[in-house]
């Protein structure tokens, strides 16, 4: 029983190193890589400009809504 204990503890302990990651090679993408993230960036932004230009829209409007229903509340609450 103690030979398997120390075999096993053995070869456990010679397997560990093999776990461990090497760090000496550095990934280094080429210039497609890079040309592609940036248009994907680029597509990114160009859908973003219609956007902020729409919720503008909508926050215009609803500004120039509440304007214009403040008077038309007072006029009718005078008359009665």
Known sequence: M???IAT?????STVNPAF???TTVVY???ILVSVFV???ALIVVV???PALMLLMGFIKALIT????E???AETTSKGN
Do not use: Y
Request: net charge positive.
């Open 2 to 4: 103690k030979t398997t």
């Open 8 to 12: 096993i503890i053995l070869a456990l």
């Open 20 to 22: 461990a990651v090497d």
């Open 28 to 30: 280094k993408s080429g």
């Open 38 to 40: 940036g248009f994907l």
């Open 47 to 49: 859908q973003l400009v």
């Open 65 to 68: 809504r509440r304007k214009k």
């Open 70 to 72: 403040v008077p038309a």
